[in-house]
């Protein structure tokens, strides 16, 4: 599975839109972009995952570059709940060969009031 | 519907003892996954189960640590004369199928402090 990077930590102000940037520049073309988050003390939650196309959900929404080689996820109005640690994970979606998720440090978003 | 369960939450062994840990995924999923997270790191992935089978075990310890996944009844990692070092959380997830869409659903894992 590729590599991601992802920028240690972030701050966002209550109510305001948190943009979590990844960087995957060594993706596959038959690989997925994946976010899930952990919360402190909690087991990860998965948030959203696409291929290139944009993709929404109740949680967040997420951007893949035209090429492919970077993404954002968007939580639109962040809330302090929302404080977690946020992973970017690149994987083949139909792998028979084993399906672990591979974390990296991910982002450690703070959200202030 | 109940997610997926670990018990016990928290467990304290001494040195040299062992820890079983329990894992029950969610209904209808038939394939498990351990990942253990040392203090102030990441999730490593340890092991991936499906129903009696070990699918792959690439990250286990090669000694100490075994797994299973019995027809009936939870998923059960185990470790055998633990040291200092085993001391992390533990977290179990499961999933419905083993290829598709790629989610996961974790449980809230289990403390492992290690005397």
């Known amino acids: 599975d590729a590599k991601t990077t992802q920028p240690p930590s972030m701050d966002c102000a209550e109510g305001r839109a948190a943009n979590l940037p990844c960087n995957h520049s060594?993706?596959?073309?038959?690989?997925?972009v994946y976010w899930y988050r952990q919360i402190h003390s909690q087991g990860p939650q998965y948030i959203i995952h696409g291929l290139k196309n944009n993709e929404t959900n109740e949680m967040a929404s997420l951007i893949i570059t035209e090429d492919r080689k970077s993404s954002t996820l968007i939580l639109p109005h962040a809330t302090l709940r929302d404080t977690a640690v946020y992973y970017c994970i690149v994987r083949v979606a139909n792998n028979n060969a084993g399906n672990m998720l591979t974390f990296g440090g991910g982002t450690r978003l703070m959200v202030k009031p | 519907n109940a997610g997926v369960m670990q018990n016990p939450r928290h467990l304290v062994r001494r040195r040299g003892q062992e820890a079983r840990l329990r894992c029950s995924p969610m209904k209808g999923h038939s394939h498990v996954y351990w990942y253990r997270q040392l203090p102030e790191e990441g999730l490593k992935f340890m092991v991936y189960?499906?129903?009696?089978?070990?699918?792959?075990e690439s990250g286990m310890p090669k000694e100490r640590f075994s797994a299973e996944f019995p027809k009936e009844g939870p998923s059960i990692l185990r470790i055998q004369q633990v040291v200092r070092g085993d001391s992390a959380a533990y977290f179990c997830?499961?999933?419905?199928?083993?290829?598709?869409?790629?989610?996961?659903?974790f449980g809230p894992g289990t403390r492992l402090t290690v005397l």
């Open positions: 189960l499906q129903k009696e089978n070990i699918i792959d």
């Open positions: 060594t993706i596959s073309g038959n690989e997925y």
């Open positions: 997830a499961s999933s419905p199928t083993g290829s598709g869409n790629g989610e996961q659903f």
